[in-house]
T-cell receptor, first 113, second 115 residues
């Protein structure tokens, strides 16, 4: 069965500090992985996606993620946090049992001034 | 290009009532999926429609149903509402042509409160 695990339900960083949100996956087929961001009272916005073309994927708002097959990980990073990055972040992958996306539990990012 | 739209954005109902939520996908997208988001259970897949046919269904009771129209717009219905149905209901659309590479784009959601 496929699954996504996000380590840490809450992460707090200072403004200007490195952001690192962790995601590990389990999949029996080559995974297509996604990071979404959700701001309060809004839907999910696609940050970036891994489609096997390159292991380092750049997304919007300065975020990037690196796919590491040996570690079954797809961690999200940003060199310098902004206050506007405070939101909830979801790692996800496409299921092989039909058209559906499997989501991790989410990580809420807090940015301190 | 317009994004996914959902109506209404907010809804308050009482137990036992039924509710219908609407979703209009991105132009050209033929797949529409629905998800329920709650603080306790996170994001859970409800069902997916493509060309007016349900292709996949999550583990929800029969009170939850959906349909898709010929213009790809979709509705979901919840009958006999329970307090536990209070949630943010998210709709997502995609091309729906390749299972593993499909990318879903989400609407703003409908916040349902059951009293």
């Amino acid at each position: 069965a496929q699954s996504v695990t996000q380590l840490g339900s809450h992460v707090s960083v200072s403004e200007g500090a490195l952001v690192l949100l962790r995601c590990n996956y389990s999949s029996s087929v080559p995974p297509y992985l996604f990071w979404y961001v959700q701001y309060p009272n809004q839907g999910l916005q696609l940050l970036l996606k891994y489609t096997s073309a390159a292991t380092l994927v750049k997304g919007i708002n300065g975020f990037e993620a690196e796919f590491k097959k040996s570690e079954t990980s797809f961690h999200l990073t940003k060199p310098s946090a902004h206050m506007s990055d405070a939101a909830e972040y979801f790692c996800a992958l496409n299921g092989d049992g039909g058209f559906k996306t499997i989501f991790g539990a989410g990580t809420r990012l807090f940015v301190k001034a | 290009k317009a994004g996914v739209t959902q109506t209404p954005r907010y809804l308050i109902k009482t137990r036992g009532q039924q509710v219908t939520l609407s979703c209009s996908p991105i132009s050209g997208h033929r797949s529409v999926s629905w998800y329920q988001q709650t603080p306790g259970q996170g994001l859970q897949f409800l069902f997916e429609y493509f060309s007016e046919t349900q292709r996949n269904k999550g583990n929800f009771p029969g009170r939850f149903s959906g349909r898709q129209f010929s213009n790809s717009r979709s509705e979901m219905n919840v009958s006999t509402l329970e307090l536990g149905d209070s949630a943010l209901y998210l709709c997502a659309s995609s091309w729906g042509l390749a299972e593993l590479t499909d990318t879903q784009y989400f609407g703003p959601g409908t916040r349902l409160t059951v009293l």
